[in-house]
């Protein structure tokens, strides 16, 4: 008994290895990046009709961001966001993600690049009232200025141009 009872444990345990290998697969994506420095998710819902036009300032501006800056931009964001941020949404308290409408809803709103840089300097209640330590922080020393845009930009454009974004765990 003890014996089947171990066998099915590790046939459980095993099938369970797979299904999350499975799972991280879907999740963190496993499209391989083209030779021209564009991912190809980026090629295929960011960039498909050239440089993608994103958000800059409350004002409306916008900046031009090229498939290669969105894909400099996601990789930063695969590897320290996404697994709390994993396709838009934030696994720690899902009644903020990083829907376009949940970012303009913050004060001050966070769906443009200046807003957005602004709250990964010191992150902040989602009223602006007080500092908040649940984000992760991104000081000068870690990010310069125009790689902390890139994120932004990836991130942004992915809010508007991603299916399901920061509303289904994949977008496949
Ligand atoms: C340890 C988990 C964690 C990591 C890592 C993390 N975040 Fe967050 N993030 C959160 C949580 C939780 C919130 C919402 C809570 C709050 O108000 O602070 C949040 C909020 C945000 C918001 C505001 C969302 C809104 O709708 O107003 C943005 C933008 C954001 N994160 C971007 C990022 C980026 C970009 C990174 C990678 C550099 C990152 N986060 C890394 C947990 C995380």
Partial sequence: MAFQRNAFLDAWFKHTLA????????????????????????????????PARVK???????????????TRG?????????????????????????TLEDLAGATP??????GFV?????????????FSDWCREVPESWLARPQLEELAAFTLSAAEKVPGWGTLPSNR
């Fill in 118 to 130: 602004t709250y990964l300097r010191q992150p902040m209640t989602y009223d602006g009232s007080d």
């Fill in 109 to 114: 709103a966070r769906d443009n690049i200046d």
């Fill in 56 to 70: 800059l300032d409350p004002q409306g501006n916008q900046a031009s961001y090229s498939g290669e800056a969105l």
């Fill in 74 to 98: 996601r990789d930063i964001f695969m590897e320290n966001c996404a697994y709390c941020h994993a396709n838009g949404l934030t696994l720690p308290f899902p009644q903020i993600s990083l």
């Fill in 19 to 50: 299904a999350i290998a499975l799972l991280g697969v879907l999740l963190w994506g496993s499209a391989p990046a083209l030779a021209n420095g564009v991912n190809a998710d980026v090629a295929r819902y960011l960039t498909p009709d050239g």
